[in-house]
């Protein structure tokens, strides 16, 4: 299975997936994004990387999270298309600038609530090597753990194509 995310400046992300059962290419459609991750409890755009410029952010104070102080930040998208969930509160570690925790709302109810752990620096980068998204409807989780990571590989232009998505499976 392979995944891919083109995120824009000024418009939500493209996303396709390929998977070896239909040895093809899909369109993750952007009302599809909310739908859940080949059964885990990560939507389509739980794995994407937001654009900060298409959300606005207000500093609701300091709190603990994992016995680390962190900002505990509220974050809503300037646009309602653009995400599935109305607001997210975020946690970020004070010591290393690294997610500790992130709830994501629909209007006042907790949706997801994704969990942060063995952050461990890679090449100057604070990264977690394990995600814990919970599930609140279903009441379910599933743990994300990243065994091996490295940053800033030389890579050509053309490793991010449709083309390249099913030849790298």
């Known amino acids: 299975m392979a995944l891919l995310v083109i995120n824009h400046p000024d418009r939500s992300s493209d ?3 390929w998977t070896p059962a239909i040895n093809r290419e899909r369109r993750i459609a952007l009302q599809d994004r909310s739908t859940r991750f080949f059964g885990t409890d990560f939507s389509f755009e739980d794995l994407e990387e937001p654009d900060t410029n298409q959300f606005d952010y207000r500093l609701l104070g300091d709190e603990t999270i994992d016995g680390a102080l962190c900002w505990k930040v509220e974050s809503k ?3 309602t298309k653009i995400s599935q ?3 997210s509160l975020v946690w970020v570690r004070k010591d290393n600038y690294a997610f500790a925790q992130i709830e994501n709302y629909n209007k006042d109810q907790l949706v997801r609530r994704a969990r942060y752990s063995d952050i461990r620096n890679v090449q100057g980068i604070w990264t ?3 995600i814990e998204m919970q599930d609140m409807k279903r009441n379910s989780r599933t743990i994300l753990k990243i065994e091996k990571l490295q940053y800033n590989l ?7 194509t449709l083309q390249a998505l099913s030849r790298e499976s």
Do not use: E, L, N, R
Request: glycine share 0%; hydrophobic share 30%.
């Open 77 to 79: 998208p300037k646009q």
């Open 85 to 87: 969930y109305t607001h």
């Open 15 to 17: 996303q396709w997936m």
């Open 154 to 160: 030389p890579m050509k232009d053309d490793a991010f």
């Open 128 to 130: 977690a090597h394990s």
